[in-house]
């Protein structure tokens, strides 16, 4: 009784509330209430529009949130009410008619020239609606386009098929002015990046004639001089320019001896903190070549990116004697070398609550050639819920690793057999590390010891992210087991899980990429990732080729298993790829409608029948399919009818799909609406998962779905998430003893079983 009280005072708090929304409006004045927009004669998407308003109204709950304050504002209560809440916009007709401008010029930026736009207020007491009434009439075309430059050394250059090729438009193309203003960018980025220095954004433009025929354009592309020798009469955009000499500053305190490393000059004063070879590799402008905005981009970026390196300047000098030369010089600051970092992190792992802490030390600068060194101690403290079967006896209900890593990474890419053009990428490093880890889980108690030689580099403009482990090896070994743990493994003869925990070796080679479609992407754009992982390659042909006879592994009455081991130990040997895809609308109100898929196959082969369990694909949880907690969905139509049956909740298929919509309820609160759907599978018919197999005709039949809420704080510099989910199509069902038989579970949904929440840090894609 005393619950349901509150809820109704909250809820009669909340009402109350907006009855009071104009509480802090004074007389004369009106609160912006509603503001929509409307096309009268097109059915154009009025959401691009929305960012050129100049007044929005209030979010709701912000303004009720403001409203339930005092004026009494040395009373805390009320300032945080006011700081949590957001002020009331007053309406203000000098907005509206800018905003009427704005729209006005937009239209016109889209083709359509003589668009009307008008505002239409609607008073109801002290608050106002504002209509804005668009008339866009008919758009027009681009009927002919022509090089109109009259500079020749520039117009042959525009001829270029890669230049001409950006003033070729569609038949009966519109008459956008983005794509006029896009084409003569592009064309000025292809001239700078061929010397033309002084060239500017101010010097090309198209000239448009509307007086060729109905409701259609002709446009030329024209120059202007924007930057003339006033001595000479000389336009100084029309002339190329080389690079003379590059001088860079390397020093910690200023000094004017210098040296020469491949023909760059480096001021080496009383100590330099970086090698000049360094500086080389990561330097782009190179004496004798023609000016480049991308170059020089690329240099920023890359020096920019070492760890040795605080600031860089990168400035060019025109040579009074020689009229077609630049000098380029370089400013290196340093950077402080060394770099404690220590933090505690809160986990969340299937449902169970746990903490993890690192301390770090890095010396970024150990050779002088902005080398890392570091070496980073970890620890985690989990503790397990306990299972539902009284016959499960574990070795503890707690969860705890502790470990260590040393890794050393180089500014470069160290291969000795590529040539220097592919060694010189963006961003570009070169890692070795060394690790071992101690895990201690309720069912068992594990040893790895990890050795990686990595790489990783950036291109297309900084928006692609690759990591290439040349060789990884992990040695797991498997000590303390609980009798029950041991006794699940043999039941059964389970193979699928016997052979996932046996000691073994993990020798991979491992791509993976990211790409971004521009650097907004989190707020408009798309993201994708891929990898691909193969594993056992090397020491499978090692085997083959020294002749190494395979040793046994197990046996029973049945069958004998007989693999190649190294140290006693089989090695795996599997490919796994995976492919995620990531889409994000911005709507109106800059809310967000998120599309995503994701993809991943493995596949075990020769000296392994299963893939490591660390390795194997899962479904449920807050990054996947959340109508169902982590790990308790699939394989397939798989169901053993017991929730704690995780270890068998794996598969060597994953496909996985979600849409999410995304509503900012105010600055610090977002809501969302989601709907999942996706499952795994094993490649082979395994006796433990019965109907976990992919089929190429049914797959569709068995993929989960399920719908749900979430409520997303946003605290600035992370975002909390709290999903509920609930299951609408379960493949698994009928199971035995439920009280809803049917595989579409919506119609007799049960809680404790249909029901899932999730609590995690960030976005789940």
């Given at each position: 009784m005393k619950r349901s009280r509150w809820i109704f005072l909250m809820v009669a708090t909340i009402l109350l509330s907006a009855c009071r929304s104009t509480k802090y409006v004074s007389e004369g004045d009106y609160l912006l209430n509603k503001v929509n927009i409307e096309v009268v004669d097109n059915g154009m998407y009025t959401g691009q529009f929305t960012p050129l308003l100049r007044q929005k109204p209030n979010s709701k709950i912000g303004l009720h949130l403001y409203s339930l304050s005092g004026r009494d504002t040395s009373k805390w209560v009320n300032r945080f009410l006011r700081r949590i809440g957001s002020e009331p916009v007053i309406y203000d007709p000098e907005m509206t008619l800018k905003t009427q401008s704005q729209i006005r010029k937009e239209l016109q930026n889209l083709g359509y020239l003589?668009?009307?736009?008008?505002?239409?207020?609607n008073h109801h007491g002290k608050k106002v609606d504002v209509t804005y009434c668009l008339r866009a009439k008919e758009r027009y075309t681009i009927r002919h386009s022509e090089n109109g430059v009259e500079p020749s050394s520039l117009h042959s250059l525009i001829q270029f098929k890669s230049i001409r090729k950006l003033l070729e438009f569609e038949e009966?193309?519109?008459?956008?002015?983005?794509r006029l203003d896009n084409a003569s960018a592009d064309i000025l980025e292809q001239l700078r990046n061929q010397g033309y220095y002084y060239l500017n954004k101010d010097n090309f433009y198209f000239l448009a004639d509307t007086t060729v025929g109905d409701h259609q354009v002709d446009v030329t592309l024209k120059y202007r001089p924007t930057r003339v020798d006033t001595a000479t009469g000389k336009d100084l955009a029309l002339q190329r320019y080389r690079i003379r000499d590059v001088v860079v500053s390397n020093t910690y305190s200023p000094g004017n001896d210098t040296l020469t490393h491949k023909k760059i000059k480096v001021l080496k004063g009383k100590e330099t903190f970086i090698r000049?070879?360094?500086?080389?590799?990561?330097?782009?402008?190179?004496?004798?070549?023609?000016?480049?905005?991308?170059?020089?981009?690329?240099?920023?970026?890359s020096l920019h990116a070492l760890s040795a390196v605080d600031q860089v300047s990168v400035n060019f000098v025109p040579v009074p004697e020689d009229s077609s030369s630049l000098d380029a010089r370089i400013s290196l600051s340093p950077a402080n070398i060394y770099h404690f970092q220590f933090?505690?992190?809160?986990?969340n792992n299937a449902g169970d609550l746990g903490v993890a802490s690192y301390i770090t030390f890095s010396d970024k600068n150990i050779f002088r050639g902005s080398e890392t060194l570091r070496l980073r101690l970890n620890g985690a403290y989990e503790h397990i819920s306990g299972s539902d079967d009284k016959e499960v006896t574990l070795l503890s209900n707690n969860f705890y690793e502790y470990g260590a890593e040393l890794s050393l990474s180089f500014p470069r890419i160290i291969f000795g057999l590529l040539p220097e053009k592919y060694t010189k990428q963006v961003g570009s490093a070169t890692s070795f590390s060394v690790s071992i880890n101690w895990q201690n889980r309720p069912e068992y108690n594990r040893r790895v010891l990890g050795l990686n030689w990595g790489y990783s580099w950036k291109s297309h403009r900084q928006r692609m992210s690759h990591n290439f482990d040349l060789y990884n090896i992990n040695y797991v070994i498997t000590r303390d087991m609980s009798d029950w743990f041991k006794a699940y493994l043999e039941r059964g003869k389970n193979a699928l899980l016997k052979e996932s925990y046996m000691d073994q070796f993990i020798t991979r080679t491992d791509y993976s990429f990211v790409y971004t479609s521009n650097r907004k992407a989190a707020e408009n754009g798309f993201t994708l990732r891929g990898g691909l992982d193969m594993a056992g390659t090397l020491p499978f042909l090692v085997c083959k080729i020294a002749k190494v006879e395979k040793k046994l592994v197990s046996e029973d009455d049945e069958t004998s298993v007989e693999k190649y081991k190294i140290f006693d130990t089989p090695f795996a040997q599997y490919v796994k790829g995976t492919f995620d895809a990531s889409k994000i609308f911005l709507t109106k109100r800059n809310n967000q409608f998120v599309m995503h898929a994701g993809f991943g196959l493995a596949c075990p082969y020769l000296n392994s029948d299963v893939l490591p369990y660390e390795q194997r694909f899962f479904a449920g949880g807050p990054n996947t399919v959340r109508g169902w907690s982590t790990r308790t969905l699939g394989p397939g139509r798989y169901n053993?009818?017991?929730?704690?049956?995780?270890l068998q909740r794996t598969g060597d298929v994953k496909l996985v799909f979600n849409l999410e919509y995304r509503y900012k309820l105010a600055s610090f609160l977002e809501l969302a609406a989601f709907t999942d759907?996706?499952?795994?599978?094993?490649?082979?018919s395994y006796k433990n998962q019965p109907a976990g197999q992919f089929n190429i005709k049914d797959f569709y039949k068995e993929l989960g779905w399920s719908v749900?809420?979430?409520?997303?704080?946003?605290?600035?510099?992370?975002?909390?998430?709290?999903?509920?989910?609930?299951q609408l199509y379960d493949p698994a069902n009928p199971m035995e003893g439920a009280k809803n038989s049917s595989k579409w579970v919506i119609t007799h949904p049960v809680f404790k079983d249909n029901f899932a929440l999730h609590f995690a840090v960030g976005y789940p894609f």
């Amino acid at each position: 009784m005393k619950r349901s009280r509150w809820i109704f005072l909250m809820v009669a708090t909340i009402l109350l509330s907006a009855c009071r929304s104009t509480k802090y409006v004074s007389e004369g004045d009106y609160l912006l209430n509603k503001v929509n927009i409307e096309v009268v004669d097109n059915g154009m998407y009025t959401g691009q529009f929305t960012p050129l308003l100049r007044q929005k109204p209030n979010s709701k709950i912000g303004l009720h949130l403001y409203s339930l304050s005092g004026r009494d504002t040395s009373k805390w209560v009320n300032r945080f009410l006011r700081r949590i809440g957001s002020e009331p916009v007053i309406y203000d007709p000098e907005m509206t008619l800018k905003t009427q401008s704005q729209i006005r010029k937009e239209l016109q930026n889209l083709g359509y020239l003589n668009a009307e736009v008008g505002a239409c207020l609607n008073h109801h007491g002290k608050k106002v609606d504002v209509t804005y009434c668009l008339r866009a009439k008919e758009r027009y075309t681009i009927r002919h386009s022509e090089n109109g430059v009259e500079p020749s050394s520039l117009h042959s250059l525009i001829q270029f098929k890669s230049i001409r090729k950006l003033l070729e438009f569609e038949e009966k193309e519109p008459f956008v002015a983005a794509r006029l203003d896009n084409a003569s960018a592009d064309i000025l980025e292809q001239l700078r990046n061929q010397g033309y220095y002084y060239l500017n954004k101010d010097n090309f433009y198209f000239l448009a004639d509307t007086t060729v025929g109905d409701h259609q354009v002709d446009v030329t592309l024209k120059y202007r001089p924007t930057r003339v020798d006033t001595a000479t009469g000389k336009d100084l955009a029309l002339q190329r320019y080389r690079i003379r000499d590059v001088v860079v500053s390397n020093t910690y305190s200023p000094g004017n001896d210098t040296l020469t490393h491949k023909k760059i000059k480096v001021l080496k004063g009383k100590e330099t903190f970086i090698r000049p070879s360094i500086i080389y590799y990561n330097n782009f402008i190179r004496p004798g070549r023609f000016y480049s905005d991308l170059l020089m981009e690329k240099t920023y970026t890359s020096l920019h990116a070492l760890s040795a390196v605080d600031q860089v300047s990168v400035n060019f000098v025109p040579v009074p004697e020689d009229s077609s030369s630049l000098d380029a010089r370089i400013s290196l600051s340093p950077a402080n070398i060394y770099h404690f970092q220590f933090g505690i992190d809160g986990t969340n792992n299937a449902g169970d609550l746990g903490v993890a802490s690192y301390i770090t030390f890095s010396d970024k600068n150990i050779f002088r050639g902005s080398e890392t060194l570091r070496l980073r101690l970890n620890g985690a403290y989990e503790h397990i819920s306990g299972s539902d079967d009284k016959e499960v006896t574990l070795l503890s209900n707690n969860f705890y690793e502790y470990g260590a890593e040393l890794s050393l990474s180089f500014p470069r890419i160290i291969f000795g057999l590529l040539p220097e053009k592919y060694t010189k990428q963006v961003g570009s490093a070169t890692s070795f590390s060394v690790s071992i880890n101690w895990q201690n889980r309720p069912e068992y108690n594990r040893r790895v010891l990890g050795l990686n030689w990595g790489y990783s580099w950036k291109s297309h403009r900084q928006r692609m992210s690759h990591n290439f482990d040349l060789y990884n090896i992990n040695y797991v070994i498997t000590r303390d087991m609980s009798d029950w743990f041991k006794a699940y493994l043999e039941r059964g003869k389970n193979a699928l899980l016997k052979e996932s925990y046996m000691d073994q070796f993990i020798t991979r080679t491992d791509y993976s990429f990211v790409y971004t479609s521009n650097r907004k992407a989190a707020e408009n754009g798309f993201t994708l990732r891929g990898g691909l992982d193969m594993a056992g390659t090397l020491p499978f042909l090692v085997c083959k080729i020294a002749k190494v006879e395979k040793k046994l592994v197990s046996e029973d009455d049945e069958t004998s298993v007989e693999k190649y081991k190294i140290f006693d130990t089989p090695f795996a040997q599997y490919v796994k790829g995976t492919f995620d895809a990531s889409k994000i609308f911005l709507t109106k109100r800059n809310n967000q409608f998120v599309m995503h898929a994701g993809f991943g196959l493995a596949c075990p082969y020769l000296n392994s029948d299963v893939l490591p369990y660390e390795q194997r694909f899962f479904a449920g949880g807050p990054n996947t399919v959340r109508g169902w907690s982590t790990r308790t969905l699939g394989p397939g139509r798989y169901n053993s009818g017991v929730k704690s049956d995780f270890l068998q909740r794996t598969g060597d298929v994953k496909l996985v799909f979600n849409l999410e919509y995304r509503y900012k309820l105010a600055s610090f609160l977002e809501l969302a609406a989601f709907t999942d759907a996706g499952n795994i599978w094993t490649v082979k018919s395994y006796k433990n998962q019965p109907a976990g197999q992919f089929n190429i005709k049914d797959f569709y039949k068995e993929l989960g779905w399920s719908v749900g809420l979430g409520l997303r704080p946003n605290l600035s510099f992370l975002i909390l998430r709290f999903d509920a989910g609930m299951q609408l199509y379960d493949p698994a069902n009928p199971m035995e003893g439920a009280k809803n038989s049917s595989k579409w579970v919506i119609t007799h949904p049960v809680f404790k079983d249909n029901f899932a929440l999730h609590f995690a840090v960030g976005y789940p894609f």
